[in-house]
C-alpha cells in the first residue's frame, strides 16, 4: 500500500455520481496531452482527405472549402483515458456525415490521421450517425494549436486520444489497422462507459 | 528501483514559489550531484501524481534536499510547497541519472548554466565542489527574473570564491539598482564569462526546455563539443 | 519551439522500471534517420497516455511506453541499436 499523502488531492474534482463514466475525474481546466510537438500548420497548406480502401482520393478540401461546408455547434462530454474527463464542452465542426456524403465505400474502417504522424482507428460506422465533426471552434474561439487547431477531430463517445488533433484526413480500410496508442497497448476500440482503456480491458 | 518512504524533517522557503523540503528518506543509499529523484504523492483515495525533482543538497549531506518551484497549475507542487509539513511523509524513489552529474574527480573547469528552477541541480554540484575541496575552476552562469525570483540567493554569495564563480543575469529586473548582468544568457555572455573551447569545459545546462536549447546551441555555436555538454530539460515551465 | 518535452533524464526513473541499465547513459541509434545519440537527450513526451521518446535529430519516434496496472507495453522498434555502457545496472 502506498504511503499516503495527508490532504493531497491533485487538480481534480470529485464527480456527481452517473455523470461521468467509470474511473473519471472531473477537470476544471483543459489538459494538454501530446505524443509531440505541435505542429506548425499554416491554412494555405491545409487540406483534408479522404482516401477510399482503393487508395484513390474519394473527396478532398482546401480550408476555404472546408470553412464552407454546414458546419454545427455541439455540446459534448469529453472523457480522457488518463482519467479527466470535462463536461459540456461547446465545439464548431463539419459533420464527418457531410464529408463522407457522396463517398461510395464498402470500408467497414477508418483510420484517421494527422500532421506529425499520428493515427488512430475506428468502426466507421462510429463516425456516423451524427456521432463525429472535425471540429475547428472550441468555446467559441478558433480551436487552439496545442488543442488541435486548425481542426481536430471529435468523437465524443469513446476516448479522447481517438479525437485526433491536427486531423488531416480519414483513410477508408476493410481491414482494421490500429493506430499510434492502439497499437502499444491501448484498447482497440476505446468505450468509456465500458472502461475500455488497454488490451486486456 | 523501488519507492522510498520519505518524511519531511523541515521546510526552508527560499523565494515567494520556491521552497526547500529537508528530508530524512529511509533505506537512502546516498546520491552523486546532479541527480533527481522522482516524488509520488498518493491521496487516499488511491488516486496518484507523480513529478521528477532535482536533488539540492551535496552528496553526503545529512538529509535529502529538494527545492520545489510551485506551478499554480500543477499537481504535485502546490502540495509540496505549500501544504507539506513537518512531518509529511511521501514517496521518493532515486536517485535517477547518471548522465547530468559532475563528480569531482578531474580538474576540468566546469561551466553551470542554470534557467530559474534549472539551478538546482547545479547548487548540488556548486556545494559539492565546496564541501570537497575541488580545486577544478566552477562558474555558474544562472539566469532568473527579478532578484527575488532568485534561488538560494544567500547560499550563493556564501558559495562564490575565486575558483567557484556565480554571475547573475536578470531578465526582469525593473529596479535601477541592479548593477548587474540584465537579459537573456546568450552566446556573447557564455564567451565572456565561459572559458574557450579549446580548454574542453565540462558544460552543464538544466532549466525550461527551451532556455536549455537556446544555451546548448549557443555553446556548440561557439565551439564547445556537443558531448561535452550536458543538458536537462525541465518542460514548459520549469517544473 | 516545442516548449513541452522533457528528455532522457525525466523519464529515467519510469524506464527503470523496465530496463536494468541506467537509461542516461545508454545511447540510441535512430532507425529513421540512422543519427546516434546519447538517451540523456532524447526528447521525451510525457503528458500524454504513454510516453514517447523521440530522436533530438529528425523527430522520429524510438520508443512508446504504456503501462497499466496490470503490465507494461514497450515499442521500441524506432531504435535501431542500443548501446550501454558495461557497468550501468540500476
Not at chain 2, 221 to 234: C, D, I, M, N, Y
Amino acid at each position: 500500500m502506498p504511503i499516503v499523502s495527508r490532504g493531497f488531492q491533485g487538480r481534480r474534482r470529485q464527480p456527481g455520481a452517473g455523470l461521468v463514466p467509470p474511473g473519471q475525474y472531473l477537470v476544471d481546466d483543459f489538459p494538454v496531452l501530446s505524443a509531440g510537438p505541435t505542429p506548425d500548420i499554416r491554412l494555405e497548406d491545409w487540406d483534408f482527405t479522404i482516401v477510399d480502401e482503393t487508395g484513390g482520393v474519394a473527396a478532398r478540401w482546401t480550408w476555404q472549402e472546408f470553412r464552407s461546408l454546414p458546419a454545427e455547434e455541439v455540446t459534448v462530454d469529453i472523457h480522457c483515458v488518463t482519467k479527466w474527463s470535462k463536461l459540456g464542452t461547446r465545439w464548431e465542426g463539419v459533420a464527418v456525415d457531410t464529408l463522407l456524403e457522396g463517398v461510395d465505400t464498402a470500408a467497414e474502417f477508418a483510420v484517421a490521421f494527422s500532421d506529425g504522424g499520428y493515427t488512430t482507428n475506428l468502426p466507421l460506422e462510429d463516425l456516423l450517425g451524427g456521432r463525429a465533426w472535425v471540429a475547428f471552434g472550441f468555446e467559441g474561439e478558433d480551436l487552439e494549436p496545442e488543442h488541435g487547431g486548425p481542426a481536430r477531430l471529435l468523437v465524443p463517445h469513446l476516448y479522447f486520444w481517438k479525437s485526433a488533433k491536427w486531423v488531416r484526413g480519414l483513410r477508408l480500410a476493410e481491414q482494421d489497422e490500429p493506430g499510434f496508442w492502439e497499437s502499444v497497448g491501448y484498447h482497440n476500440y476505446g468505450d468509456p462507459w465500458r472502461e475500455q482503456r488497454y488490451w486486456d480491458d | 528501483m523501488r519507492w522510498l518512504e520519505a518524511t519531511v524533517a523541515e521546510t526552508v522557503p527560499e523565494t515567494a514559489r520556491t521552497v526547500t523540503l529537508r528530508l530524512d528518506v529511509g533505506d537512502w543509499r546516498g546520491h552523486r550531484a546532479g541527480q533527481h529523484v522522482d516524488v509520488r504523492l498518493t491521496a487516499e483515495d488511491g488516486y496518484a501524481a507523480q513529478r521528477s525533482y532535482s536533488i539540492a543538497s551535496p552528496p553526503g549531506a545529512d538529509r535529502v534536499e529538494l527545492t520545489v518551484e510551485r506551478i499554480d497549475d500543477g499537481e504535485v507542487s502546490p502540495w509540496l510547497t505549500t501544504d507539506a509539513d513537518v512531518g509529511d511523509q511521501f514517496e521518493l524513489r532515486g536517485p535517477i541519472g547518471g548522465w547530468f552529474v559532475w563528480d569531482g574527480d578531474d580538474t576540468t573547469p566546469v561551466l553551470l548554466v542554470g534557467g530559474g528552477s534549472g539551478v538546482v541541480p547545479l547548487m548540488a554540484m556548486l556545494r559539492h565542489h565546496a564541501a570537497s575541496g575541488s580545486t577544478a575552476a566552477m562558474h555558474l552562469v544562472y539566469s532568473a527574473r527579478t532578484l527575488g525570483d532568485v534561488i538560494y540567493r544567500q547560499g550563493l554569495e556564501a558559495l562564490a570564491s575565486p575558483h567557484r564563480a556565480v554571475t547573475l543575469t536578470l531578465t526582469r529586473e525593473s529596479s535601477p539598482d541592479w548593477g548587474g548582468h540584465r537579459g537573456r544568457v546568450d552566446a556573447d555572455l557564455l564567451a565572456d564569462l565561459g572559458w574557450p573551447p579549446s580548454v574542453r569545459p565540462h558544460c552543464y545546462v538544466c532549466g525550461p526546455t527551451p532556455f536549455v536549447e537556446v544555451v546548448a546551441d549557443a555553446l556548440v555555436g561557439l565551439g564547445h563539443e556537443p558531448a561535452r555538454v550536458r543538458t536537462e530539460r525541465f518542460g514548459p515551465t520549469g517544473g | 519551439m516545442d516548449t513541452s518535452p522533457l528528455d532522457g533524464n525525466g523519464i529515467a526513473g519510469a524506464l527503470g522500471e523496465l530496463f536494468a541499465f541506467d537509461v542516461t547513459m545508454a545511447a540510441t541509434t535512430c532507425a529513421h534517420c540512422r543519427h546516434t545519440q546519447p538517451m540523456a537527450d532524447l526528447r521525451a513526451y510525457v503528458r500524454a497516455p504513454g510516453i514517447v521518446l523521440r530522436c533530438a535529430s529528425c523527430g522520429g519516434v524510438q520508443l512508446r511506453l504504456v503501462q497499466s496496472t496490470e503490465r507494461a507495453w514497450l515499442d521500441v522498434r524506432g531504435i535501431q541499436m542500443l548501446q550501454v555502457p558495461a557497468g550501468t545496472t540500476v
